[in-house]
Every structure is written in C-alpha cells, then in structure tokens.
C-alpha cells in the first residue's frame, strides 16, 4: 500500500513523534510511507526509512493556537498558509495513497481546517478514493464547547472510515476526555498505545543514577528547568541532568546556565529513552510519548503536567498514572524546588514498577486496521 500522514506539531513535537512512530510501522510491514510535516523540523527524532516532505513550517505563538506564526516568526498570513494548502494537496497528487491519515484532525487543528478540509476534498475527488483515517492520542483536549464536538462528527462521518485511537481501551476510553457520538463510536478502533520498541540499555551507560529533567522537543518548560536547578543543589549527592528542546535550546541553555547551578545542562537527545534505562529518575511534563517511554522503562518518575493556556490533556493523562507505583505529581502552581525533591525521593524510594499489563503494539495494530480497510490494495 501507499500511505500518507498528514500532521502538524505547532508546539512540543509529540505529535510527529507519534506519526513517525506510525509511518516507520508502515515501512516495516513492505508498505511506501510519506509523512507530509506541516510543524517545524525536528531532528532529534527518529525518521529512519521515512519520507518526510516538509511543508512551510507553522507553531503556535507560546499557548496561543490561534495564532500561528510562520518560519520568520510573523504571523501567518493568507499566501503562506495558502502555500501550505497547495504543497499539502500536491503530495496527495503525486503519492496517489490508498490510506490517507490525518493525526488530530478534526478533533483538533482547528485552526489548520481549510487545509485539511482541501485535503479531504482532494482525496475525495481521486480516480480511486483511498481510505481515510484519524490518528488520535489516548487523551484529548475537551472541547470547551458542544458545537466543536458536532463540526467534528460532521466531518467525521463525511470523509473518514475510521478513527484510530492510540490508546489502551482497559486503561484509557475516547470518552474520558470527548463526548462520544453513537456514529463517532461506529468508527472507533482502540489500537494500543503507539510507542518504539522498548530502548533497552544505553551502550555506554549514559544517564546511570543522574536525575533526568525534560520538556520534550518543544520551548517549553522553563518553570520546571528552573525549579530543576534549585533541586540539584539541594540534593548534592545525586546528578542532576537537564536535557532542553526546543529550536532556542542553545539560548536557553546559556541562561540556566547562568544560575550556578551543580545541574548539567545539554539539549534535547535522540538516546533519551536509552538514558532512562539507567536514570535514578526521571522529571517530565506528561506528554502522551513521554508516559510511554516512562512506563516502557519502569524508571521512577516525577510528572509536572503541562498546564498553560487552560490545557487539560497532560493533567488527565497524569491522573492515570499516580496510582502506580514510582510515579510522583506535582501541579505548576505547588512546584518549588522543595517540592521537586520531595517528590523526586519518594518516586526513588517506591517499590519497582513492572510495565506489563499495557499495550504498546499500537503502530503495528494501526497498519494492520488500515489493510484490512484498504482490502487488499497495493
């Protein structure tokens, strides 16, 4: 088959992180894979054996999705989103995919509709339609009102075949965190959680007993950074790692550094999830790939959910995962540095947390629901 995912990160890169995870699912099973990446490149991720075709880049101003700032840094005006569109319809042309997926839309990037919908309609119109499916995380942002539930159903059940939602049904349901129309719930596939193989040991014991603070590959954090580096001098007998994302790293490191902290400061690493194998714990926010790699690694971990802007998502998601064991939450508004180590010794000090009873075959799962929609094609 040819299959092509369309997707757009505008502010951490979990959501390309997620769709590589799914194209390089793709590849393996003997199937042509494009990734069309709407979001700013990402290097530090993983896109061995895939074809990124990489759009005009957008990210959101801070937390405001409603403002999208081009590569410049302005805002984005009509002829750059409307270059977007076309390179986003011209690769559906060209590929011809018999599997098209889109990842959040339309339950989310509203602010992206009219590239998606053109897409849609592109789709459509092809000699032969192929199958369209929404890839979707275990948690969603609710909706704040009923009408962007019913513009989604109405979207749905226009143009799409099935909704693939990542996520392990016996941990986390679609309905948690979005009202679930009976036609909504004809279309859902419960895939398992889309996660890497588990990373195993690092070659060279890299992170072995430091405490590993991270914010994913986006520019955010700097509350948690900072706390992080008070922490680290009040607790002078355990390593403090801080591993920075974002396209400022390099700037932003030079100002932590600043603060005279024991801590060592570096930019965002492709062998992180190795690091955790051997990390003494680990201090994160609570992104969808982020509680995967904690949960695939049993590593003692600390989570801070991300809570700017009104966003729900990493506080629900977190509030799963406090019940098991090692795994310690503390709100931003109670983060101190006090706080962080309190919290750090009791997850160190927890029994082991054993990662089996999950799900992690989600990518494989999707590739398989998309050939059995697909019919046999290619």
């Given at each position: 088959m040819k299959v092509l995912i369309a997707v757009t990160h505008l502010l951490g890169t979990g959501h390309l992180s997620r769709a590589l995870t799914l194209a390089r699912a793709f590849s393996a099973a003997g199937h042509r894979v494009q990734v069309a990446s709407g979001g700013f490149p990402a290097p530090q991720?993983?896109?061995?054996?895939?074809?990124?075709?990489?759009?005009?880049?957008?990210?959101?101003?801070?937390?405001?999705?409603?403002?999208?700032?081009?590569?410049?840094?302005?805002?984005?005006?009509e002829a750059y989103r409307s270059r977007r569109k076309d390179a986003l319809c011209a690769a559906l042309h060209r590929l011809q995919p018999d599997v098209l997926i889109t990842e959040l839309y339309p339950f989310g990037r509203r602010s992206l509709r009219q590239e998606f919908l053109a897409l849609l309609e592109s789709a459509a119109a092809?000699?032969?339609?192929?199958?369209?499916?929404?890839?979707?995380?275990?948690?969603?942002?609710?909706?704040?009102?009923?009408?962007?539930?019913?513009?989604?159903?109405?979207?749905?059940?226009?143009?799409?075949?099935?909704?693939?939602?990542?996520s392990d049904p016996t941990a986390t349901r679609l309905e948690a965190s979005w009202p679930v129309s009976p036609m909504l719930a004809g279309r859902l596939r419960y895939t398992g959680y889309?996660?890497?193989?588990?990373?195993?040991?690092?070659?060279?014991?890299?992170?072995?007993?430091?405490?590993?603070?991270?914010?994913?590959?986006?520019?955010?954090?700097?509350?948690?950074?900072?706390?992080?580096?008070?922490?680290?001098?009040?607790?002078?007998?355990?390593?403090?790692?801080?591993?920075?994302?974002?396209?400022?790293?390099?700037?932003?490191?030079?100002?932590?550094?600043?603060?005279?902290?024991?801590?060592?400061?570096?930019?965002?690493?492709?062998?992180?999830?190795?690091?955790?194998?051997?990390?003494?714990?680990?201090?994160?926010?609570?992104?969808?790939?982020?509680?995967?790699?904690?949960?695939?690694?049993?590593?003692?971990?600390?989570?801070?959910?991300?809570?700017?802007?009104?966003?729900?998502?990493?506080?629900?998601?977190?509030?799963?995962?406090?019940?098991?064991?090692?795994?310690?939450?503390?709100?931003?508004?109670?983060?101190?540095?006090e706080a962080l180590c309190a919290a750090v010794k009791a997850a160190m000090q927890a029994p082991p947390r054993l990662a089996g009873g999950f799900r992690f075959d989600g990518a494989a799962r999707s590739v398989e629901i998309a050939a059995e929609l697909a019919g046999g094609r290619g």
């Open positions: 991720l993983n896109a061995e054996g895939v074809e990124v075709i990489q759009l005009p880049p957008l990210r959101s101003d801070g937390v405001d999705f409603t403002r999208l700032l081009d590569a410049d840094g302005s805002l984005a005006g092809l000699p032969r339609r192929p199958v369209i499916l929404s890839s979707i995380r275990d948690i969603l942002a609710p909706p704040s009102k009923p009408e962007k539930t019913e513009k989604a159903d109405a979207v749905i059940a226009r143009h799409y075949d099935a909704v693939l939602v990542h889309v996660a890497p193989p588990a990373a195993g040991s690092h070659p060279k014991l890299a992170g072995r007993g430091e405490v590993l603070v991270s914010a994913g590959g986006g520019s955010v954090g700097t509350p948690l950074y900072r706390a992080a580096l008070e922490a680290a001098r009040q607790m002078p007998d355990t390593p403090w790692r801080l591993l920075v994302g974002g396209s400022d790293a390099g700037a932003r490191i030079a100002e932590f550094a600043k603060a005279g902290s024991p801590a060592l400061l570096g930019p965002a690493r492709k062998d992180f999830r190795q690091m955790l194998s051997h990390a003494a714990a680990s201090v994160s926010m609570c992104g969808y790939n982020t509680a995967l790699d904690l949960l695939q690694a049993g590593t003692p971990a600390v989570l801070i959910p991300f809570d700017a802007g009104n966003e729900t998502e990493q506080g629900l998601r977190a509030a799963s995962l406090a019940p098991l064991n090692g795994i310690e939450v503390v709100k931003t508004a109670d983060l101190t540095p």
